[in-house]
């Protein structure tokens, strides 16, 4: 069982142990154990309210003494002996620091990133490989014991493989899969957050160097994560950020402060031989042999997709060239390959720093929100989207009589 872990719901420093925290720990207490709050009274009869004309008389042939003694002790021993049993969870809680199993959650926004339609043309994989099945913000419904990191009306996060959890009203959700959140954005917007900058963070994480003033080469164009990608290297300084694009989408990239490609490979791949510090590839074109040759000769090259040779599932040696693909990037050092839900899994803790510190530059507006909202009182707006608009996130509206 882990404890429950404290923090200060007025820290806003990036980086510090604020409100983003996991809370891992669980309790096995059995539901017999009530609070030391329980207003049940021990003891049969309270005399204290009782008039003496009312009180019971000593009546001629009544018990001897000693035995009326013995009952009353018997009796007494046998209502502490409840007590105690009615208390024992209680104090074992308050000392082991346990928690609930499960939450009522009122869902306040929800996504199911697995049940989006994958768009034509250049764009990463949507859903990319990894992305969880359902991510939902909501509020506490329940009430919790005193020493517990959640109470009633917390603001909560809470991702998943499957979409074994997913409602649109209230949802019970394991304690230990919920991460509290600040409320000074919206509860789209935090979902947004977790569909878009997180993997899109994540992504260049797993190169062994920054961005900061390196050159990047970001194939996959406008999808939610690509999108966060450019903003993501143009606040971390990159010194040029190179994206191959569909012709309709040149202008939107510069106004992103990237340099706009072609999007076949042989339109970008002459200009940029062996130039490219840091390549991003969600696509593969050429079994991603084109993007590696961009580097230089201490380039680092990051697949997040293969959506070019996974387009041939149809092919007879599509397996064969798959696995020969996949043995050949696992081999070299120079190559990273990005999973979102495997990071999730294995680094919880820098899953939440790293929501914490986006959070905050997304409400300073120092990155703008990628994903469309949709709301639930209005189904009506649920139409076909763009590449642009990323995952659709539903926005549970309390006007629609559940609440």
């Known amino acids: 069982m882990g404890r429950g872990r404290i923090y200060d719901d007025d820290d806003t420093a990036l980086g510090?142990?604020?409100?983003?925290?996991?809370?891992?720990?669980?309790?096995?207490?059995?539901?017999?154990?009530?609070?030391?709050?329980?207003?049940s009274t021990v003891g049969t009869t309270d005399y204290s309210t009782v008039k003496d004309s009312k009180r019971p008389k000593k009546q001629a042939g009544s018990q001897p003494e000693t035995e009326v003694s013995n009952t009353i002790q018997k009796t007494l021993s046998t209502d502490s002996a409840m007590f105690n049993d009615r208390s024992c969870g209680t104090c074992l809680g308050e000392l082991f620091r346990w928690n609930p199993d499960h939450i009522v959650v009122k869902i306040l926004s929800v996504a199911r990133p697995n049940d989006t339609k994958d768009k034509d043309g250049l764009c990463e994989s949507m859903p990319l490989k990894g992305m969880p099945g359902v991510v939902m913000v909501g509020s506490v419904m329940s009430k919790t014991p005193r020493y517990c990191p959640l109470s009633f009306g917390d603001r909560v996060l809470a991702i998943?493989?499957?979409?074994?959890?997913?409602?649109?009203?209230?949802?019970?959700?394991?304690?230990?899969?919920?991460?509290k959140l600040k409320k000074n954005l919206e509860p789209w917007q935090q979902v947004s957050i977790v569909l878009s900058y997180i993997p899109a963070l994540q992504v260049l994480q797993t190169c062994p160097f920054t961005v900061e003033d390196n050159k990047v080469l970001l194939n996959g164009g406008l999808g939610p994560i690509n999108q966060a990608l450019i903003h993501l290297c143009k606040v971390h300084r990159a010194k040029r950020i190179y994206v191959p694009v569909e012709p309709e989408y040149?202008?939107?990239?510069?106004?992103?402060?990237?340099?706009?490609?072609?999007?076949?490979?042989?339109?970008?791949?002459?200009?940029?031989?062996?130039?490219?510090?840091?390549?991003?590839?969600?696509?593969?074109?050429?079994?991603f042999i084109t993007s590696k040759a961009m580097l230089v000769e201490t380039g680092h090259m990051i697949v997040a997709g293969t959506k070019d040779l996974d387009s041939r599932k149809d092919d007879l040696f599509y397996s064969l060239n798959k696995a020969f693909v996949d043995w050949r990037l696992h081999s070299s050092t120079r190559t990273s390959i990005f999973e979102f839900m495997k990071v999730y899994d294995t680094e919880r803790e820098s899953f939440e720093k790293d929501f914490k510190y986006l959070h905050q530059l997304v409400y300073e507006e120092a990155l703008p929100v990628i994903n469309t909202c949709v709301s639930?009182?209005?189904?009506?707006?649920?139409?076909?989207?763009?590449?642009?608009?990323?995952?659709?996130?539903?926005?549970?509206?309390?006007?629609?009589?559940?609440?």
């Open 16 to 39: 510090s142990r604020g409100q983003f925290v996991a809370l891992d720990s669980f309790s096995t207490r059995s539901s017999k154990h009530s609070s030391f709050d329980d207003e």
């Open 376 to 403: 639930s009182a209005n189904r009506e707006n649920e139409r076909e989207t763009d590449a642009l608009d990323g995952y659709t996130i539903m926005e549970i509206r309390e006007l629609d009589g559940w609440t």
């Open 160 to 179: 998943f493989k499957d979409e074994k959890y997913y409602s649109e009203t209230y949802a019970n959700l394991p304690f230990k899969d919920l991460i």
């Open 250 to 287: 040149v202008s939107l990239v510069r106004e992103m402060g990237a340099k706009p490609m072609g999007p076949k490979h042989s339109d970008w791949g002459p200009t940029l031989i062996n130039s490219i510090d840091i390549a991003v590839d969600f696509i593969g074109s050429n079994k």
